[in-house]
């Protein structure tokens, strides 16, 4: 089982990265928050890498750090949650909003997640309130990033993210107009950051 990649970044989207090592591009799937961590296209990068296997498939699962990874394998133990879901879930909420919603109980934060229904979301917390609250989560700050150059068509990529994510197109374009205000610079990251933080807490609130 492939745990472990370091190689040169070729791909970077949102949901998915390509990473070049040993002259093979590996196709790796990854959460929103590990997306912001990467650097541009080119720089060399290392992931936590979850392999799934299934008799037709093997697919790539990656991460930025091994509590990510960790909360990821959590996730997959609740029944109903495949790999794609947990994604999905990662990327819905961050760490430091996700794991205190499971520990409260907080059921309809955790329905703001896209494919994440009311069922799913009282299993989440049933069967892991008790893992996580072994868990240590730090209190972290934001992190300052670095402005990237903002693409002609920003708005076009970070509707197609949003849909990607399994956001419908009409709310997506209607966080993306609202995001607008917060997002300062108008870059893709930040206007994607901005974006789902208001899917997460103001559109469905």
């Known amino acids: 089982m492939i745990a472990h990649l370091r190689g040169r970044l070729i ?3 949102p949901n998915r990265v390509v990473i070049e090592t040993g002259g093979v591009g590996y196709e790796v799937f990854i959460p929103v928050s590990t997306f912001y961590d990467l650097a541009a296209p080119g720089a060399e990068v ?16 990656g991460f930025r750090t091994e509590k990510e990874k960790n909360l990821f394998e959590k996730l997959l133990s609740v029944s109903g949650v495949g790999p794609k879901l947990a994604v999905t879930v990662l990327s819905g909420l961050e760490m430091e909003e996700l794991v205190p919603a499971i520990r409260r109980g907080d059921v309809n934060k955790l329905v703001h997640i896209p494919g994440v229904g009311r069922k799913t979301a009282e299993r989440l917390i049933v069967e ?12 972290a700050a934001v992190e300052t990033k670095v402005p990237a150059t903002r693409p002609a068509s920003v708005e076009d990529d970070v509707l197609s993210a949003l849909v990607n994510l399994g956001y419908t197109s009409y709310v997506a374009e209607m966080a993306v107009r609202e995001a607008r205000q917060e997002a300062v610079n108008g870059d893709f990251e930040q206007l994607l950051k901005a974006s789902l933080r208001l899917l997460a807490r103001k559109f469905f609130s």
């Not at 290392?46 to 699962?61: A, F, N, P």
């Not at 892991?128 to 209190?139: N, S, Y």
């Open 11 to 13: 791909a970077k989207n």
């Open 46 to 61: 290392d992931l936590h890498i979850y392999t799934h296997v299934r008799e037709d498939s093997l697919t790539l699962y």
């Open 128 to 139: 892991l309130r008790e893992k996580l609250d072994k868990m240590a989560i730090e209190e």
